[in-house]
């Protein structure tokens, strides 16, 4: 596959992944066990509301590391290592008090491939190399 064609396999990615990230309030509405950490509506828990809002944030510069995924590696890696250890967090908390296993099915795996896709996409792409030669 030409590198051309992995790097915009990445531009796709970001677009995506942002995208999803935007709408992680409709996905708890529609799927609340897969994606919501509480009973009741969304809007009800000051803490999903926040992480809401930091979601979104992030989807949005996803959006604009599209553009340029070149200018934004480190955003992009933080995306890749932020994703696994919320994910890992998740998963372990999932089997504590509450009994939350439905996460491990619904964004737990959904973090899991935000980070292998990310990363996969950005070696291939031959970022790394471009960012250590600065």
């Given at each position: 596959?030409?590198?051309?064609h992995?790097?915009r396999?990445?531009q796709?990615a970001?677009?995506v992944?942002?995208?999803?990230m ?7 509405v529609?799927w ?20 809401v809002?930091l979601?979104a944030t992030?989807g949005?510069f ?9 200018a934004?590696?480190?955003l992009?890696?933080f ?5 696994v250890v ?5 998963a372990v908390q999932?089997f504590?008090?509450g009994h ?6 619904g964004d737990?795996?959904a973090?899991?491939l ?7 996409l ?13």
């Amino acid at each position: 596959m030409a590198r051309s064609h992995r790097y915009r396999l990445l531009q796709i990615a970001l677009v995506v992944f942002g995208t999803v990230m935007l709408l992680l309030y409709p996905l708890a509405v529609v799927w609340p066990s897969g994606w919501a950490w509480h009973s009741g509506a969304p809007h009800q828990s000051d803490y999903f509301m926040m992480i809401v809002g930091l979601y979104a944030t992030l989807g949005v510069f996803l959006w604009n590391a599209a553009r340029r995924p070149e200018a934004n590696v480190s955003l992009i890696w933080f995306t890749v290592c932020s994703s696994v250890v919320h994910a890992v967090i998740m998963a372990v908390q999932s089997f504590g008090s509450g009994h939350h296993t439905g996460h491990l099915w619904g964004d737990v795996p959904a973090l899991i491939l935000v980070a292998v896709v990310l990363a996969v996409l950005v070696r291939s792409a031959g970022l790394e190399q471009r960012r250590a030669g600065r």
